[in-house]
């Protein structure tokens, strides 16, 4: 297995069919270390102790948003890949999201050409 699969990949989501949609993709297409967190508010603890490669965060979250999570994660683990997700196309939030550090904003549904394309640049 190559060093790309072995990355870790955290996926931060309230909605538990998006969690499982993208793990099932992750796994299909070869990764293994793939968390999933659907209580957004849970990031400190899960980071306590290690940073991931790379992070999916949902952008509208209950109790702790996707930007409180972004801020958190880059003020925890400043070299974590992030990327935002959402349902809702919004020029400024994604501009914000980038402001703070996150590499892209992507829009719900994710395609696992999109999936890959983030996760393995060089094939993108």
Do not use: W
Not at 64 to 79: A, F, Q, R, W
């Amino acid at each position: 297995m190559n060093r790309i699969k072995n990355r870790s990949i955290i996926v931060i989501d309230d909605e538990t069919d998006f969690l499982d949609t993208i793990r099932r993709g992750l796994v299909i297409t070869g990764y293994r270390n793939i968390t999933v967190l659907s209580q957004p508010a849970m990031i400190k603890e899960m980071l306590a102790d290690r940073c991931f490669d790379i992070a999916m965060i949902d952008v509208s979250m209950p109790v702790m948003n996707g930007i409180e999570v972004l801020k958190y994660i880059k003020s925890t683990c400043p070299e974590m890949d992030c990327y935002m997700v959402s349902a809702h196309e919004d020029a400024g939030l994604a501009d914000k999201c980038t402001d703070l550090g996150a590499r892209d904003y992507l829009i719900k549904p994710i395609s696992r050409d999109t999936l890959l394309s983030i996760l393995e640049p060089e094939k993108g």
